[in-house]
């Protein structure tokens, strides 16, 4: 069964990190690109970060470049996003999406998708 269960969100002050983890189950990592996505409150649901099967990464949202990076652990067969000076309007619930090989920033072409972790970033 194919699955992916994240964790890692919580509440953090403005300029502070999170790491938020997602561990994939029935597939391997080498065969699929894992997407991380958000949607804050009253907004629309956009991608943040992909990782392809090859381990090549994607940003997909200009706000957190160089805050934000993707990496994987292949032994793990998780995909990490390393979130750095958080800002308020980083607040959202993330999930992270599977497909097959190649990143894409269109949410409706991932085929699994964990139940999304809720970050908070407040003082």
């Not at 890692?8 to 561990?23: D, H, I, K, Y």
Request: positive net charge.
């Amino acid at each position: 069964q194919l699955q992916l269960v994240e964790s890692g969100g919580g509440l953090v002050q403005p300029g502070g990190s999170l790491r938020l983890s997602c561990a994939a189950s029935g597939f391997t990592l080498s065969s699929i690109a894992i997407a991380w996505f958000r949607q804050a409150p009253g907004k629309e649901r956009e991608g943040v970060l992909c990782i392809s099967s090859r381990g090549g990464s994607t940003n997909y949202a200009d706000s957190v470049k160089g805050r934000f990076t993707i990496s994987r652990d292949n032994a793990k067969n998780t995909v990490y996003l390393q979130m750095n000076s958080l800002r308020p309007e980083d607040t959202a619930v993330y999930w992270c999406a599977a497909r097959s090989y190649y990143c894409s920033d269109y949410a409706g072409s991932y085929d699994t998708w964990g139940q999304g972790t809720q970050v908070t970033v407040s003082s």
